[in-house]
């Protein structure tokens, strides 16, 4: 019996409209809140943004992009590693922080954000939003997420990653394939060459 193979590949246009028409803009007042785009699956989504016509960015004074990143090696558990918002200042008179990516999948990330940062931006409302959400992700100390497509149940985690991780590092490719497909790995390895 053949194993089943599925794989959905989503717009990321229609999902930065989604993403920019959450009802919860409305309610942050863009000179008290900071977005937050962290890491390169955030800056696929920065890209996106910054198609809008005006940008949509310019709405919103305070905009950081730290380095973060998550680090799988085979056998050992995912790592990740985040930077601060504002390397250096206290950020004061901060009500809220939303956190833009393209994928919450575990959650690692987003809670190592606030973790790391919580200390110098002191009384904020965390919040993130994305493109895919996991949704057995642990999003603690999150008082709102928001994603434009969630995945898996809270017991079953499915696969996702970010097709442009996937094009741009062959490790992670390969890695992520053996990791979730099988014998498939290499079909979609090859699809994915494809797209270098």
Not at 9 to 27: E, F, K, P
Not at 121 to 143: L, N, T
Request: proline fraction near 5%; include cysteine.
């Amino acid at each position: 019996m053949a194993e089943k193979f599925e794989l959905t590949i989503l717009d990321a246009q229609a999902m930065i409209n989604d993403l920019l028409s959450w009802q919860g803009w409305g309610r942050l007042d863009p000179w008290s809140t900071i977005i937050v785009l962290p890491g390169n699956g955030a800056s696929i989504v920065k890209k996106y943004i910054k198609k809008t016509k005006p940008s949509w960015l310019n709405r919103w004074p305070w905009k950081f992009s730290p380095h973060a990143k998550r680090v799988w090696i085979p056998g050992e558990n995912p790592q990740t590693f985040v930077n601060r918002i504002a390397s250096t200042q206290m950020l004061l008179g901060v009500k809220n922080i939303v956190v833009m990516d393209d994928v919450i999948s575990s959650g690692a990330t987003i809670r190592h954000l606030r973790q790391v940062n919580e200390p110098w931006i002191p009384g904020a409302d965390w919040q993130a939003i994305a493109w895919v959400k996991q949704e057995s992700a642990a999003v603690k100390g999150f008082s709102r997420i928001c994603a434009t497509k969630t995945v898996g149940t809270k017991d079953r985690k499915v696969p996702i990653n970010s097709l442009s991780t996937l094009v741009e590092c062959r490790e992670i490719a390969e890695s992520y394939a053996r990791r979730n497909l099988g014998n498939k790995a290499e079909v979609f390895l090859k699809i994915i060459e494809g797209l270098r």
